[in-house]
């Protein structure tokens, strides 16, 4: 099975950009649908980008889009996390979850699609 690892967290200020990684150990990862979520303290954990198998198909949460882009590299077993004008309320964990693939050209938005998570990465963004 899987295991998705997230780096590239950290302290950045209002507006600036970041960019996350999801490296995975096990199983190639074009077997599986991608997707990132976040969760900030007191919060549930939401919905925030996420691909397709083959990164055919693409999506994020309204309160990102055009901010923020998931992106993967399969041939290096690498999921992106593109975050850019970064605001005080992106302020959160993020994680990288993994779906198993039925290969269809579509993404999925809710966390229970989901079968292997990785342990997180603390996003802090300073106003």
């Known amino acids: 099975q899987v295991q998705p690892v997230e780096s590239g967290g950290g302290l950045v200020q209002t507006g600036g950009s970041l960019r996350l990684s999801c490296a995975a150990s096990g199983p190639t990862l074009n077997r599986y649908d991608m997707g990132w979520f976040r969760q900030a303290p007191g919060k549930e954990r939401e919905f925030v980008a996420a691909?397709?198998?083959?990164?055919?198909?693409?999506g994020a949460a309204d309160s990102v889009k055009g901010r923020f882009t998931a992106s993967r590299e399969n041939d290096k077993n690498i999921v992106y996390l593109q975050m850019n004008s970064l605001k005080p309320e992106d302020t959160a964990v993020y994680y990288c979850a993994a779906k198993l693939t039925s290969y269809m050209n579509t993404y999925y938005r809710d966390p229970d699609d989901y079968d292997y998570w990785g342990q997180g990465t603390q996003v802090t963004v300073s106003s």
């Open positions: 691909t397709s198998w083959n990164g055919g198909s693409r």
